[in-house]
């Protein structure tokens, strides 16, 4: 039986992006379609994406709106991780977040993406 692929995606751009802010979704949203395994990890102003009511107002032209990419990529199994302190600089609480997204510290990113069959970078 062949192992299953993984793909972590770190998201580093927020909202005044929105072609940056919707790519990294779109990435997920095909690999998970496929049957990779996906970690998206949310860092910096990447994790404005996944404050409760954000991904409503980001639609990039020609890209699927992120209202649209994120719960597909949750219903197919996809994990979302926010960096605790990015969060905690913002003032922001796990209750402040996407329903599902998990608030996680440096060494979680660091053993989903060495873990990882790839990784990318927004």
Request: glycine content about 8%.
């Amino acid at each position: 039986m062949a192992e299953t692929e993984k793909l972590v995606v770190m998201v580093t751009h927020g909202q005044a992006d929105d072609e940056l802010a919707t790519i990294p979704f779109a990435m997920a949203a095909a690999a998970v379609a496929s049957d990779v395994e996906v970690v998206m990890g949310f860092q910096g102003d990447g994790c404005e994406l996944v404050k409760k009511g954000v991904a409503e107002t980001i639609a990039a032209p020609e890209f699927a709106p992120l209202r649209e990419l994120l719960p597909t990529i949750q219903e197919l199994g996809g994990k979302i991780l926010v960096c605790n302190p990015c969060i905690r600089k913002r003032g922001w609480t796990e209750d402040d977040l996407v329903d599902g997204a998990e608030v996680v510290a440096a060494a979680r990113f660091v053993a989903e993406i060495t873990s990882a069959t790839n990784a990318l970078v927004y």
